[in-house]
């Protein structure tokens, strides 16, 4: 589906909201011969005005035992979404597959069809609502930035949604500039998780194959030069 854009674009001005909040993101490892395993990241924090506090990670491990690992990570992000009792929860996915959430939400993908249609659509920092199924709008709030596309669930108007991520946004680090700072930390919480949990996961994947085909990887990974068990 293509999105297009109804209505004026939305002016974030930067107002001093304050809201606490989660951020949600997950990640699957995957080795040969092991059963994938599913890691779900939650940054709990305050948003006051331009400043964010983070008050702490949690993260959730779930084994995929003969299941689609992609499947359940959606189904797992939206359940501990529907668990959290801030005010404000991040969804780095789309809304599209989830539509009777029983709380709230908030989901932001730098990735959408259509996306290039609004690379110069307005002056940033805009938000423009969108002619979709799901309440959408595409969002944009530094040049050079996004845009992104962010859905809701939430009846709140589309000024005080873009302010909730305007203020977030504001951030010296290069790759969160423009982008739900919450969202950014989820991920690269979940991925310093898996950068821990994956070397253990190959270790095991590589002693479950038989020894000939074990000597055969060790061989090769040697005449690359390559060190990873």
Not at 53 to 68: K, M, V
Not at 84 to 98: A, I, M, N, P, W
Not at 113 to 126: D, H, T
Not at 205 to 223: D, G, W
């Amino acid at each position: 589906m293509r999105f297009r854009g109804v209505g004026s674009a939305v002016r974030p001005r930067g107002e001093a909201v304050r809201y606490e909040f989660a951020a949600i993101d997950g990640t699957i490892v995957q080795e040969p011969g092991v059963d994938p395993l599913i890691i779900i990241a939650a940054v709990k924090g305050m948003q006051e005005g331009l400043r964010t506090a983070i008050y702490g990670f949690q993260f959730h491990y779930e084994t995929c035992y003969s299941c689609e690992p992609a499947k359940l990570m959606e189904e797992l992000e939206f359940s501990l979404a529907e668990e959290r009792g801030e005010e404000v929860v991040f969804l780095d996915r789309s809304l599209d597959v989830k539509r009777d959430l029983k709380r709230e939400v908030i989901a932001v993908a730098k990735d959408f069809v259509g996306k290039e249609a609004f690379v110069n659509y307005s002056e940033p920092p805009y938000l423009v609502p969108l002619d979709a199924d799901v309440r959408s709008a595409v969002f944009q709030f530094y040049p050079g930035t996004g845009p992104f596309l962010v859905q809701t669930n939430s009846d709140l108007p589309w000024s005080e949604i873009a302010e909730i991520l305007f203020v977030t946004s504001h951030h010296a680090v290069p790759e969160a500039l423009g982008y739900v700072y919450p969202l950014y930390l989820a991920d690269k919480a979940v991925k310093y998780e898996w950068g821990k949990v994956d070397p253990a996961m190959r270790y095991f994947s590589m002693h479950s194959k038989s020894y000939r085909a074990m000597r055969s990887v060790i061989e090769r990974r040697r005449l690359l030069g390559r060190r990873e068990l």
